[in-house]
């Protein structure tokens, strides 16, 4: 009978895991390419591992270890545990602990989509829930952008205009980077959260965005008079889910709040795509963000089961 065999996960590994992680949970699709394109934007100094547990030649488990990009608060690390086999799950989360302790860490956090057999099993094991994200998709076969047209008019009559970066002259220099940073960290801010957002260093967001998976002609920015009042962030094509574009923060300065303009762009947004020949959007908002999940389910975004963070505090 072969023995089970815990081994470090290697560069060679990405699509074993990926295959392992979709058949895990087939309804979160993984692929070796977003995975390899994820751990290329973690920096030198920040703390990764996984560790995977092999049967008879094939991955049966793995646990990761990390410093969110996300959960940056001092002492916060991931513990991530992804097994069907109930026997094997201690043996895992002990090689976790045990990677972490020498970091001592204060608090672990963890994510799971609501309808999986871990989230009920963690909260046996005394996680308490952080925080609860929608994820909707919006099927661009059945969308149409002309019954929403009034919704967009305020916006219009504003004078706010809409285009991608290409479109308002992007040229890649650091100082319009720069002034796209800005806008984002300025939106981030007032998105409604658990914790406080902490934006990432200029270097930081410069090598997970723009090096990562920046595309010019993706983003739409609201702008009038030349001032940049608003933006919705287009991602590359998710592999797993062919046909799906992925749509990331959606926001509006205080200032223009009230004008149409989140409306105008989420309009804008979908028809663009459509247009593409695009099939879905994917995107996620915090339970607490109410305006912007009222205007995702006007339009007719669908929510899927939800991504819930769990933490605990470390008592290792």
């Known amino acids: 009978m072969p023995s ?4 470090s996960f290697d560069a060679a590994d990405y699509a074993l895991l990926a295959e ?23 920096l030198p100094d920040e ?3 996984r560790t995977l547990a092999v049967l008879g030649g094939e991955l049966i488990g793995m646990v990761e270890t990390e410093r969110s990009r996300q959960f940056n608060q001092p002492g916060w690390y991931g513990l991530h545990v992804r097994t069907a086999d109930a026997g094997l799950w201690q043996q895992l989360e002990k090689s976790g602990l045990d990677t972490l302790r020498p970091l001592s860490p204060a608090v672990l956090h963890t994510s799971v989509r609501e309808g999986w057999p871990e989230y009920q099993r963690l909260q046996n094991e005394g996680w308490q829930e952080h925080e609860r994200t929608w994820l909707s998709t919006l099927d661009l076969t059945h969308f149409d ?7 967009a008019q305020r916006a219009q009559a504003a004078g706010i205009v809409i285009g991608t970066p290409e479109e308002l002259g992007w040229d890649g220099s650091e100082a319009v980077q720069r002034r796209l940073y800005e806008l ?4 981030l801010s007032d998105v409604p959260t658990t914790d ?17 998976n920046f595309r010019p002609s993706g983003p739409l920015i609201a702008v009038h008079s030349g001032e940049w009042v608003g933006l919705t962030e287009l ?7 062919p046909g799906t574009l992925r749509q990331g923060l959606t926001g509006v300065r205080r200032e223009w709040r009230g004008n149409g303009v989140a409306w105008a762009l989420k309009l804008k947004a979908a028809a663009r795509a459509q247009a593409q020949g695009w099939r879905q959007i994917l995107t996620s908002n915090h339970v607490n963000n109410r305006e912007m999940l009222g205007i995702n389910e006007a339009m007719g975004f669908v929510k899927e089961p939800a991504l819930v963070v769990l933490k605990r505090e470390w008592n290792g």
């Open 20 to 42: 392992f992680l979709t058949r895990l949970h087939p309804d979160s699709p993984q692929s070796a390419e977003d995975l390899m394109r994820f751990d290329a934007g973690r």
């Open 4 to 7: 089970l065999l815990l081994r």
């Open 184 to 187: 984002v960290v300025l939106l």
């Open 235 to 241: 991602y590359q094509p998710m592999l797993p889910r």
């Open 196 to 212: 406080p957002l902490i934006p990432w260093p200029f270097e930081v967001w410069q090598r997970r965005i723009i090096h990562e």
């Open 145 to 151: 952008a002309a019954s929403f047209a009034a919704r």
């Open 47 to 49: 703390h990764h591992a």
